[in-house]
Structures are given as structure tokens and as C-alpha cells.
């Protein structure tokens, strides 16, 4: 167990539709990311926050949106969901961003299934 | 950016034996390579990592190794058991971003 949670396990909806993912990161860690995993993109790093502010994106759609908040938990908005945003999301969290914090401890993940 | 490259894709062994996982980089910037074990249904969990001022690490039958001017790193694992069955990614990141580019990952079979 990581200490890093994710809310929910699963999620299941429709093309078109909005969903929330949630994100809990280890008690002290100031840093959150999301990563995609899907069976032909491997893992992708989506977007970092740092103590509230965003601090790095990467290959995140504009019709995906996050932010941190005050208490450090996160959470990931995905939006006009299309058949290829079924994946598996994770979260991962750090203490701090730079050495010698750059270990990312990875929670269980959410698995999104567009239908 | 990065682009990690991460070979093979799948790898089984006999019980005992050793496996390698190699993977290489692009950006001479990035300084912090770890290791993740993926088992089914779980999220990637840290096994190792090395910086890159150092050429060698060893965490019990784990050993990771770095060459910095042929920018690879390969994972060791030795004395292979069942359960190190998973899959495998390598990643690379740097201070100025610490998000990590990972490989495309290794689906490890130890065939008992």
C-alpha cells in the first residue's frame, strides 16, 4: 500500500458525458501527478500540481481539466468523454518536486470505461 | 521532451534465472531513473531507483545500472522467483520537471 488513494475503482459511462476522478496523496507529500495508461500508449504523464498551483503538463487534452486543492487532495475532470479516454488513470504523489524528492508513489488507479 | 525506449517487450525465464530489462533515453538532462514492478490490477510500485551520480545500485537480488554516456540504464534481477512475475517500466525525469517519461514497459513471465 502506497498511501495514496483513488476514488473510484471503477467508473463506467457514456460517450458524452463528464466525470471526476479523485486523488488523495501520502500524508506530507505536496505534489500530485496524473498519468494515463492505456494498452497502446503505455503510461503518460497528464499534469503535476505543486502545493495548489499547477506546475507541469503534459499530453493533456483540453477537454481535461484538474486542479489541487487546499487540504493537497486532487482531482481530474474529464469531459465530452470519447470512446478513447478508457483507460486507467493513476495518481501519484511526492514530497516535493526536485531532488532528493523525486520518488512518485503510485495509487491503485481508476479504471474509466466510455461506452 | 524525453523518449525512453525500454526492451524487451516480454521476457520468460526458468525459475532461478537471471532477467534484464534495458532502456535508453534521449535527454542528456535527465538525472533520476527508477524502476516500477506492475502487478495485475495495481498501480506501478517503485523498486529501485539510481541518480545519475551513481553507476550502480543493488537492493538485495535488484540491481540497477547506469551508463550515462551511452545514456541506458538496464534493470537485474537475479535468482528470479514466481512472484517477480509482472511487468516492468523503466522511466527517466529531471529536477526542472520531475514528471517521469516512462519506457513502454516489460511483461516479465518466471516459469516455475
Known amino acids: 500500500d502506497s498511501g495514496v488513494t483513488q476514488t473510484p475503482k471503477h467508473l463506467i459511462t457514456a460517450t458524452g458525458q463528464r466525470v471526476t476522478l479523485r486523488c488523495s496523496p501520502r500524508s506530507g507529500d505536496l505534489s500530485v501527478y496524473w498519468y494515463q495508461q492505456s494498452l497502446d500508449q503505455g503510461l503518460q504523464f497528464l499534469i503535476q500540481y505543486y502545493n495548489g498551483e499547477e506546475r507541469a503538463k503534459g499530453n493533456i487534452l483540453e477537454r481535461f481539466s484538474a486542479q489541487q486543492f487546499p487540504d493537497l487532495h486532487s482531482e481530474l475532470n474529464l469531459s465530452s468523454l470519447e470512446l478513447g479516454d478508457s483507460a486507467l488513470y493513476f495518481c501519484a504523489s511526492s514530497v516535493a518536486v526536485g531532488e532528493p524528492y523525486n520518488e512518485q508513489f503510485f495509487g491503485p488507479g481508476t479504471r474509466l470505461t466510455v461506452l | ?112
Request: glycine content about 8%; some cysteine.
Open chain 2, 1 to 112: 521532451g524525453e523518449n525512453v525506449e525500454q526492451h524487451p517487450s516480454t521476457l520468460s525465464v526458468q525459475e532461478g534465472d537471471s532477467a534484464v530489462i534495458k532502456c535508453t533515453y534521449s535527454d542528456s538532462a535527465s538525472n533520476y531513473f527508477p524502476w516500477y514492478k506492475q502487478e495485475l490490477g495495481k498501480g506501478p510500485q517503485l523498486i529501485i531507483d539510481i541518480r545519475s551520480n551513481v553507476g550502480e545500485k543493488k537492493d538485495q537480488r535488484i540491481a540497477v545500472t547506469l551508463n550515462k554516456t551511452a545514456k541506458h540504464f538496464s534493470l537485474h534481477i537475479t535468482e528470479t522467483q514466481p512472484e517477480d512475475s509482472a511487468v516492468y517500466f523503466c522511466a527517466a525525469s529531471k529536477n526542472t520537471g520531475n514528471q517521469f517519461y516512462f519506457g513502454t514497459g516489460t511483461s516479465l513471465t518466471v516459469i516455475p
